[in-house]
DNA sequence: CACAGTAATGGCACTCGACGCCAAAAAGAT
DNA sequence: ATCTTTTTGGCGTCGAGTGCCATTACTGTG
């Protein structure tokens, strides 16, 4: 019953794969929407259906794990210290098996090393501080949109960002240390 | 000497001006670059000229405050603590006289509700954070590159941006006193 | 097997931002 | 009056993104 009409062309994984192959042979930039169809083998108006934008495309499916990144927050226990909670999850949600570790770090390198990448997550971000926001204020008694909870969510970003700048920065790096190393600069920083 | 050649047709100001009238009345995406270039009466193309993109617009003359930026923090005395010097700075820069007040928040309000911009603004803001990445580089005889300062800008970028969201939110707030609560806010959550 | 129902595809046309190119306009200088 | 300089603005082009819609390729039924 859910397998009728016309059987799909393609999948985000095989589109997703066809333009990173492409975005590494000539840079972002300089490979259309058109390029992509092509490599993959479907209509240019196929791919706005499957991607909201070129600039989603690096993405993947970010939105979905977003309902990990709150099952690791929900499933925190209430007595672990409300900022060592939000850490741990951040340390978490950017745990990768091994074998994803290259693929994950091209796609990280792409999204903070293209301008037009770098400006366009701040979308895609959002709704990862608003996990974060929900989560604070949940804990606190407040609403998402209180000032501790929104605070939290940008700070956390700004500090994951920085870690994972690090992290492309230093080849055999270890984003998890990273994350506590800029965690501890701030804290030194503050006090 | 320097006055040859062809006047020029408009100016910044001008076109700002425009710009925002037409804003207000349809909202940012609904309004063409042809439309402000004949509400100002002068050609599609000179616009670009004018300005990088419709994005960079409502930023106006921000890339030329970062020198006033700059210049705040090198006469900051070294005995003032440098946390306490950064938040000084970032108070100072965001000061406007009085009747400055209503076009400021009008421009905020813009560049930070409207999606196209917020994904712009990381773009203005990394020149704003590096302003802040090379003081403390400098107090610190670090590179701007290294942990702490790049932490110290986007942390500060952070706050910044979550203060003037509170700031829209409530009306009559105050913006410096907003600054010093998130300020407060964070330090509370670390300790 | 033919035929209805269904859902994805992909071509076409269009809007809009952005950019390169270049002739025309409008000044000052000689 | 002519030369030089500088800005303007029209034209053409590219690429992202969208609405529209006929076509395609299935599944299920009589």
């Not at 490979?31 to 490599?39: F, K, L, P, R, Y």
């Amino acid at each position: 019953m859910s397998s009728r009409g016309r059987p799909v062309a393609t999948s985000h994984a095989q589109i997703e794969a066809a333009a990173f192959r492409l975005f590494a042979e000539r840079g972002f930039e300089s490979v259309t929407m058109a390029d992509i169809a092509a490599e993959v083998g479907v209509g240019r108006r196929t791919l706005f259906r499957y991607f909201e934008s070129k600039n989603d495309i690096p993405w993947g499916q970010f939105a979905s794990t977003l309902d990990g990144f709150r099952a690791i927050l929900a499933e925190t226990p209430d007595d672990v210290p409300l900022a060592e909670a939000v850490q741990r999850a951040v340390l978490a949600f950017n745990e990768y098996p091994a074998d994803a570790y290259p693929p994950h770090r091209d796609r990280m390198r792409l999204i903070l090393e293209t301008p037009a990448l770098q400006a366009h997550s701040v979308l895609r971000y959002a709704e990862w501080r608003a996990v974060i926001a929900e989560y604070v204020a949940s804990r606190c008694g407040l609403l998402p949109t209180d000032t501790l909870p929104r605070t939290v969510g940008s700070v956390s970003l700004a500090l994951a960002i920085s870690a994972y700048e690090g992290w492309l920065a230093v080849p055999d790096s270890d984003l998890a240390t990273l994350l506590d190393e800029t965690m501890a600069s701030l804290r030194g920083y503050l006090s």
